[in-house]
T-cell receptor, first 116, second 111 residues
Framework: DTEVTQTPKHLVMGMTNKKSLKCEQH?????MYWYKQKAKKPPELMFV???????INESVPSRFSPECPNSSLLNLHLHALQPEDSALYLC???????????????FGPGTRLTVL | GIQVEQSPPDLILQEGANSTLRCNFS?????LQWFHQNPWGQLINLFY???GTKQNGRLSATTVATERYSLLYISSSQTTDSGVYFC?????????????FGQGTILTVHP
C-alpha cells in the first residue's frame, strides 16, 4: 500500500482562525514532508521530519507550525494566515535510509486551502 | 541550490502521437522522480530513476546522471495523459530528502 491520506480535502478559513491539516501514512516510512503549491507553480518544500524530528524548515513563517506526534502522523497547525497563503498543501512520505539518504517520495492528494 | 529546468513548457498532441519531455539539472543528484499531476492536484508517481532506464507500459524514462539530464517518453498518447508532468530531484547531503521541482510541462492530448 503506497497511500498517503490527507484531511480535510478543502478548507476555508478566516485570517483570525486556527485550523490544522492532517497527514497519515502506514507504509512504515520515517521521513515526512510538507510542500506548498501555488496555482500554476511547482510544489515547494516547507518542512521535513526525519524519525519524528524536524530536519528542515525552509524559512517558513511562524504562522505555520508543524508537528509529528508519531511515525505515522504529520500535522500542520495554521494560525493568523494571510490570503496569500491560499494554496494546495501536499504531504509526502519516504523511507529514511542510512547516512541521510532518502528514498522515493509518495504524495497525498493535498488540502486545498483558501484564506479569506 | 540545485536548479531544475524542464522542456518544453507546453506540449499539444493528437491522440496516438509520441512525445519526449526533458529535465536538466545543475548538480549531481541522489534521487530523481517523474510525476504526473492530475487536474485534481494529485501527484502520481511515474518513475523513481536516479540513473538508468525504466519502462512502464507506454511510458519510459532514462536518466544520464553524468550528463545531468533525464528524459520521459510517452508513446501512443491518450487523452488521459493530459496534465502537468514534473521532474523533481534531491541533491543529497544535508538536503534531507528535499525534492526540488522543475516548472513542469503542461501536456494536452486532443482526441
Amino acid at each position: 500500500d503506497t497511500e498517503v491520506t490527507q484531511t480535510p480535502k478543502h478548507l476555508v478559513m478566516g485570517m483570525t482562525n486556527k485550523k490544522s491539516l492532517k497527514c497519515e501514512q502506514h507504509m512504515g516510512h520515517r521521513a515526512m514532508y510538507w510542500y506548498k503549491q501555488k496555482a500554476k507553480k511547482p510544489p515547494e518544500l516547507m518542512f521535513v521530519y526525519s524519525y519524528e524530528k524536524l530536519s528542515i524548515n525552509e524559512s517558513v513563517p511562524s504562522r505555520f507550525s508543524p508537528e509529528c506526534p508519531n511515525s505515522s502522523l504529520l500535522n500542520l497547525h495554521l494560525h493568523a494566515l494571510q490570503p496569500e497563503d491560499s494554496a494546495l498543501y501536499l504531504c509526502a512520505s519516504s523511507q529514511a535510509l542510512a547516512r541521510q539518504r532518502f528514498n522515493e517520495q509518495f504524495f497525498g492528494p493535498g488540502t486545498r486551502l483558501t484564506v479569506l | 541550490g540545485i536548479q531544475v529546468e524542464q522542456s518544453p513548457p507546453d506540449l499539444i498532441l493528437q491522440e496516438g502521437a509520441n512525445s519526449t519531455l526533458r529535465c536538466n539539472f545543475s548538480d549531481s543528484v541522489n534521487n530523481l522522480q517523474w510525476f504526473h499531476q492530475n487536474p485534481w492536484g494529485q501527484l502520481i508517481n511515474l518513475f523513481y530513476i536516479p540513473s538508468g532506464t525504466k519502462q512502464n507500459g507506454r511510458l519510459s524514462a532514462t536518466t544520464v546522471a553524468t550528463e545531468r539530464y533525464s528524459l520521459l517518453y510517452i508513446s501512443s498518447s491518450q487523452t488521459t495523459d493530459s496534465g502537468v508532468y514534473f521532474c523533481a530531484v534531491n541533491a543529497g547531503g544535508t538536503s534531507y530528502g528535499k525534492l526540488t521541482f522543475g516548472q513542469g510541462t503542461i501536456l494536452t492530448v486532443h482526441p
